[in-house]
């Protein structure tokens, strides 16, 4: 941390140097960065669970996808409309666009502020608007990953449609979303979770599974849930999505 420190602090008054790092090679995550228009995915993350190259393609798909999808929509929420392809601060949509995206955002902000927690005969409720733009960013990121998970077992269709033993009734579709939502796997202690909801700009793993699946069209398809049920609500405006 002393070394870390101590290099930031030469970087002070210097011009900004955009090809460096933001983060550790060891760091379990992946980052978007606005001033760099550019996705960072370091060594740490590129492991089991997230990723392995003998795992099947689904899997890799849903696992290491479900942050790279995340974190490249950021490019395009309201925060990256204020940076230009080169990492310049400049506001690039049209008031029609900003328009619209605030309307379909508002879909976010009511559902997932009806999610609460329960707990010690206490119930919190999510804030909807602190995590607006994590929620945007996990409905878009996944719905991306599955169309290039689709053009992707379209060519290759074989290594795309490989079983996992012990799980050979679920196909390869299903598999994907199941290691999306594997990726958020946690049990955090109450206090833990507590403080997420006070502080943390991402709603909590089992929100952001439930209600970003239930936003997805594919997932339903795929696991049938019947039109109505809280996987697959009947009204529209239970069933966000922004591009």
């Known amino acids: 941390?002393?070394?870390?420190?101590?290099?930031?602090?030469?970087?002070?008054?210097?011009?900004?140097?955009?090809?460096?790092?933001?983060?550790?090679?060891?760091?379990?995550?992946?980052?978007?960065?606005?001033?760099?228009?550019?996705?960072?995915?370091?060594a740490?993350?590129?492991?089991?669970?997230?990723?392995?190259?003998?795992?099947?393609?689904?899997?890799?798909?849903?696992?290491?996808?479900?942050?790279?999808?995340h974190?490249?929509?950021?490019?395009?929420?309201d925060v990256g409309s204020q940076y230009d392809e080169n990492g310049n601060v400049r506001d690039w949509w049209s008031n029609n666009i900003k328009a619209e995206y605030n309307k379909r955002a508002l879909c976010f902000e009511k559902k997932f502020s009806e999610?609460?927690?329960?707990?010690?005969?206490?119930?919190?409720?999510?804030?909807?608007i602190q995590t607006l733009s994590e929620n945007i960013a996990d409905t878009t990121g996944i719905n991306a990953l599955y169309k290039a998970f689709t053009i992707h077992s379209m060519k290759?269709?074989?290594q795309a449609n490989v079983k996992l033993p012990g799980l050979e009734h679920l196909n390869s579709r299903k598999l994907l979303f199941?290691?999306?939502?594997?990726?958020?796997?946690?049990?955090?202690?109450?206090t833990d979770l507590l403080k997420t909801l006070k502080s943390d700009t991402h709603s909590p793993a089992s929100f952001r599974i439930i209600g970003t699946l239930s936003n997805t069209n594919a997932f339903s398809d795929t696991y049938q849930c019947a039109k109505g049920t809280p996987m697959n609500p009947a009204d529209p405006i239970n069933k966000c999505g922004i591009w």
């Open 71 to 77: 974190e490249i929509s950021h490019g395009f929420d």
């Open 1 to 42: 941390m002393q070394l870390t420190f101590q290099e930031e602090l030469k970087s002070v008054a210097q011009p900004v140097d955009k090809n460096l790092w933001i983060t550790s090679p060891t760091t379990i995550n992946a980052f978007y960065y606005y001033p760099g228009n550019s996705l960072t995915i370091p």
């Open 44 to 69: 740490g993350i590129l492991q089991i669970p997230f990723f392995n190259e003998k795992l099947p393609d689904a899997l890799n798909y849903g696992a290491i996808g479900s942050f790279i999808g």
């Open 178 to 190: 199941l290691a999306w939502a594997h990726s958020f796997c946690t049990r955090p202690k109450l």
């Open 115 to 128: 999610y609460v927690i329960t707990a010690e005969h206490q119930t919190y409720k999510l804030d909807s």
């Open 156 to 158: 290759y269709s074989a």
